[in-house]
């Protein structure tokens, strides 16, 4: 699997958790980087959470304590589990992939997945 896939999208009320998965072998080297960035209707692509090959983990203020990434490596899946969500989350939810550094613009990452839309409703 080297281009990304999303799964795990939906839609939620206020308050609710949804999990995002990301089946992807582009990058298995040591250094990379695997993300998820999310684009509302109207908005700028934006980084939610990124994370390392060593483990580090970066996440978007926004959503600190509420959303957590993290990888199985035998599986070669990303998740992205998001709890107590809120309307602002509405957004189509994208896996990314980059060679190197956590960048945060989103050009920077080589790999695109098709996306999975969340959408909250209060």
């Known amino acids: 699997q080297v281009q990304p896939v999303e799964s795990g999208g939906g839609s939620v009320t206020v308050g609710g958790s949804l999990r995002l998965s990301c089946a992807s072998s582009?990058?298995?080297?040591?250094?990379?980087?695997m993300a998820w960035f999310r684009q509302a209707p109207g908005k700028e692509r934006e980084r939610v959470a990124a994370?390392?090959?060593?483990?580090?983990?970066f996440y978007a203020d926004s959503v600190k304590g509420r959303f957590f990434i993290w990888q199985d490596n035998a599986k070669l899946t990303l998740y992205l589990q998001m709890v107590n969500l809120k309307p602002e989350d509405t957004a189509m939810y994208y896996c990314a992939a980059a060679s190197d550094t956590c960048y945060i613009a989103p050009d920077r990452y080589d790999f695109w997945g098709q996306g999975t839309q969340v959408a909250v409703s209060s």
């Open positions: 994370l390392t090959a060593s483990g580090y983990t």
């Open positions: 582009v990058y298995t080297g040591s250094d990379r980087c």
